[in-house]
């Protein structure tokens, strides 16, 4: 948006000027970076505060923390926003309480809708933080279930994962991965 509006202004000027010269080339790439950082930083920050500080998060307060969770989310999904993803990460890795919780049900929201492109995530980032928030989020799921139900609530979750492994494009890393995640999955962690 900023960016369409500082062309659309480059072009009023430089239309409304007698002169006919060509583009500073420079200053082009200067719209590009500034938008680069524009991009960078709204992921991490809302009205200016850093979401991925504990007084941040603090100073959001519940509501429109999960509004900006939310739109993190959907900038990762809908467009592939890697720098949505590691602000999540960067969050997660400070959280505790009911933020760790949002981020959970995030983690299981983004699994189910790009779970190739998690797992890679989780798997080449070092302070990744987003496996346990994973895996938090499945067992929270799962802990409404009790006896037999909790059972077979349990196998269909490891299942839905352990399908992942079908995938031939993976590596020996990223299957370790997908059966680990299955393997942890207990949610009497949380009973």
């Known amino acids: 948006m900023k960016k369409t509006i500082i062309i659309f202004w480059a072009f ?3 239309g409304s000027c007698n002169h006919h010269h060509q583009v500073d080339q420079k ?4 719209i590009d970076t500034v938008d680069t950082i524009l991009e960078k ?5 809302f009205n200016n505060i850093d979401i991925t ?3 941040g998060i603090s100073a959001l307060g519940d ?3 999960m509004a900006r969770l939310e739109k993190l989310k959907i900038a990762y999904i809908e467009e592939d926003n ?4 590691d602000t999540i990460n960067s969050i997660a890795c400070i959280s505790d309480g009911y933020v760790s919780t949002d981020i959970s049900v995030t983690c299981v929201a983004i699994f189910e809708l790009k779970p190739i492109d998690f797992i890679l995530y989780i798997t080449t980032k070092t302070d990744n933080c987003l496996y346990k928030a994973l895996l938090n989020g499945f067992n929270a799921e799962l802990v409404v279930y009790e006896g037999e139900e909790r059972e077979v609530e349990i196998k269909m979750c490891k299942q839905k994962i352990i399908n992942l492994l079908k995938t031939s494009s993976l590596t020996k890393e990223q ?5 680990k995640l299955a393997a942890d999955i207990d949610p009497s962690v949380f009973d």
């Open 27 to 30: 200053a082009v790439n200067k």
């Open 12 to 14: 009023y000027f430089l």
């Open 53 to 55: 500080t504990i007084s």
């Open 63 to 65: 509501k429109e923390f």
């Open 82 to 85: 890697r720098h949505s993803l």
């Open 175 to 179: 299957k370790y991965q997908i059966e």
């Open 41 to 45: 930083s709204m992921t991490r920050t």
